[in-house]
């Protein structure tokens, strides 16, 4: 199985910060990898596919980058709505997330 | 406009089986390439990939649950369904269906409570 690793587990920001949140595969899976932002009491909702593409509707302030093992959310300007924890998901093989990102306003 | 909603029985007793419905619109599974999974999340397992299945009656499951778990449609009525057998407590979760481009779950339905007590 490949295990999908998300750091870190918690992270305080403020508005207008950039925001950075990590995800880590156990092995290659090239670029296949997604971003899910779940809100409170909400269903997960598509970010970014593909590592780097940004789902229809979504704001150009998040983005994607990374290949291989490494993979990087980018928020370029937080804003109080995106206070969420957020997932990524590996589909190299079947499909696995991970354990989420909760980000919260300082 | 895409929508689905799962519906099922909220609560069951250990070893009973789990049936659920995805009922869904804006887009049909007699489609070619279309998919819908089903997803659960608990707060022991974090976001858990199921079962999905294709339009041409495909069927994939998680290699960990594989033995327990049914997924089956129905394309004239646009409805999607999973059954698990022997249900325990680990298995409370809100459990989801979603449209799966098959790479990326790109609706999904507001989910369902499912506890097992006894």
């Known amino acids: 199985d490949i295990q999908m690793t998300q750091s870190p587990s918690f992270l305080s920001a403020s508005v207008g910060d950039r925001v950075t949140l990590n995800c880590k595969a156990s092995q290659n899976i090239n670029k296949y990898l997604n971003w899910y932002q779940q809100k409170l009491g909400e269903a997960p909702k598509l970010l970014i596919y593909?590592?780097?593409s940004l789902q229809t509707g979504i704001p150009s302030r998040f983005s994607g980058s990374g290949s291989g093992t490494d993979f990087t959310l980018t928020i370029s300007s937080l804003q109080p709505e995106d206070v969420a924890t957020y997932f990524c998901q590996q589909y190299y093989s079947g499909y696995t997330f991970g354990a989420g990102t909760k980000l919260e306003l300082k | 406009q895409v929508t689905l909603k799962e519906s099922g029985p909220g609560i069951l007793q250990p070893s009973q089986t789990l049936s659920l419905t995805c009922s869904f619109s804006g887009f049909s599974l007699s489609t070619y390439g279309m998919c819908v999974g089903w997803i659960r999340q608990s707060s022991g397992k974090g976001l858990e990939w199921l079962a999905n299945i294709w339009w041409n009656d495909d069927k994939y499951y998680n290699p960990s649950l594989k033995n327990r778990l049914t997924i089956s449609k129905d394309t004239s009525n646009n409805q999607a369904f999973l059954k698990i057998t022997n249900m325990d407590t680990a298995d409370t979760a809100t459990y989801y269906c979603?449209?799966?481009?098959?790479?990326?779950?790109?609706?999904w339905g507001q989910g369902v409570m499912v506890t097992v007590s006894s």
């Open positions: 593909n590592a780097n």
């Open positions: 979603a449209s799966n481009n098959p790479y990326y779950f790109d609706y």
